[in-house]
C-alpha cells in the first residue's frame, strides 16, 4: 500500500497575502509550517514543518510519497490527485491533523475527483477554540460524506486483510 503525505508549508512570500482566514493567519503569527523557500531545506529539522520525530523514519523511508504542499486546507493547488492517478489508485484511506480543516478539505476534494474515500476518525485531531471543539465538528461530517469512517483498528485490519 503506498503512502502519500500532503503536507502544509508556508514560504516567506505567502506571508505577503491581502487577506487570509482565522486559522490562516493565527498560523502565519505563530510560523506554523513555515520554510525559507521551497528548493531548501534548511532549518527543516525541527522546525514547526518538519516530521513528527516518531513518523520520520516512516516517511523517509524511501517509498513514501511527499507531494508538493496545500497552502490553505485542501489538495486543489498541490500535485497530491496528480500523484494518485498516475498510480492508478482510485481507494484512498485518509488520516490526518487538523480533523475539521485539512482533513475534511482533503476528503471533500478527493470524492470531488471521483475517488472512493474512507477516514480514521481516530487518526485525526482537531484545534480548539471558544465556539467549540474542531475535531467534534468532523466526525458528523465524515459519516455524511466519506464512502466509510473507521476507527484505526478497523483501518489496521481491513490494511492486513488486503495485502
Known amino acids: 500500500m503506498q503512502v502519500f503525505i500532503?503536507?502544509?508549508?508556508?514560504y516567506p512570500h505567502d506571508h505577503a497575502w491581502k487577506f487570509e482566514g482565522t486559522l490562516e493567519k493565527t498560523m502565519h503569527a505563530m510560523g506554523m509550517f513555515d520554510r525559507p523557500g521551497p528548493l531548501t531545506l534548511d532549518g527543516f529539522d525541527g522546525s514547526g514543518a518538519d516530521?513528527?520525530?516518531q513518523y520520520k523514519k516512516?516517511?523517509?523511508?524511501?517509498e513514501t510519497i511527499v507531494c508538493s504542499p496545500h497552502k490553505v486546507y485542501g489538495p486543489t493547488q498541490n500535485d497530491f490527485n496528480l500523484q494518485l492517478r498516475k498510480r492508478g489508485i482510485d481507494k484512498v484511506i485518509v488520516a490526518g491533523m487538523s480533523a475539521n480543516r485539512c482533513t475534511h478539505?482533503?476528503?471533500?476534494?478527493?470524492l470531488e475527483l471521483g475517488y472512493e474515500v474512507a477516514v480514521v476518525r481516530d487518526a485525526t485531531a482537531g484545534?480548539?477554540?471558544p465556539e467549540g471543539d474542531g475535531y467534534l465538528a468532523a466526525p458528523i461530517n465524515f459519516r455524511m460524506?466519506?464512502?466509510?469512517?473507521w476507527w484505526t483498528d478497523d483501518a489496521v485490519a481491513r490494511i492486513a486483510r488486503s495485502a
Not at 6 to 10: E, V
Not at 145 to 149: E, G, L, M, R, T
Open 127 to 129: 484545534a480548539k477554540v
Open 105 to 110: 478539505a482533503h476528503l471533500y476534494e478527493l
Open 6 to 10: 500532503s503536507p502544509h508549508y508556508y
Open 58 to 62: 516512516y516517511i523517509e523511508d524511501g
Open 51 to 53: 516530521w513528527m520525530p
Open 145 to 149: 460524506v466519506a464512502s466509510a469512517v
